[in-house]
């Protein structure tokens, strides 16, 4: 089993900045793909950004420019930078995670809790 810890979330004014943190832990042999996801009241979990082993990273067009994703393999914890937030980033944001366990040689999919990000004055 796989579990994941997202911290970093709060309150933050228009304008402002966060770094969230995901990390992973249990039976990992390989971490193909970390990312980050968030859903707002009424609407569909969206993709925020996502990076892979590899470094190769991908964002929403919404976040592009603001947010950065990064990843340190060795600790398998992901990072999502957020700079020059708007209201409406507004969301719980996820931690996603891909990979394969150590005990069994099968991929999973693991999603933490998530984290309440609030942009507001």
């Known amino acids: 089993q796989v579990q994941l810890v997202e911290s970093g979330g709060g309150l933050v004014q228009p304008g402002g900045s966060l770094r969230l943190s995901c990390a992973a832990s249990?039976?990992?042999?390989?971490?193909?793909?970390m990312g980050w996801y968030r859903q707002a009241p009424g609407k569909q979990r969206e993709l925020v950004a996502v990076?892979?082993?590899?470094?190769?990273?991908n964002y929403a067009d919404s976040v592009k420019g603001r947010f950065t994703i990064s990843r340190d393999n060795a600790k398998n914890t992901v990072y999502l930078q957020m700079n020059s937030l708007k209201p409406e980033d507004t969301a719980v944001y996820y931690c996603?995670?891909?990979?394969?366990?150590?005990?069994?040689?099968?991929?999973?999919?693991?999603w933490g809790q998530g984290t309440q990000v609030t942009v507001s004055s």
């Open positions: 990076i892979t082993s590899g470094g190769s990273t």
């Open positions: 996603n995670a891909h990979g394969t366990y150590s005990t069994t040689y099968s991929g999973f999919t693991s």
């Open positions: 249990g039976s990992i042999l390989s971490m193909y793909a």
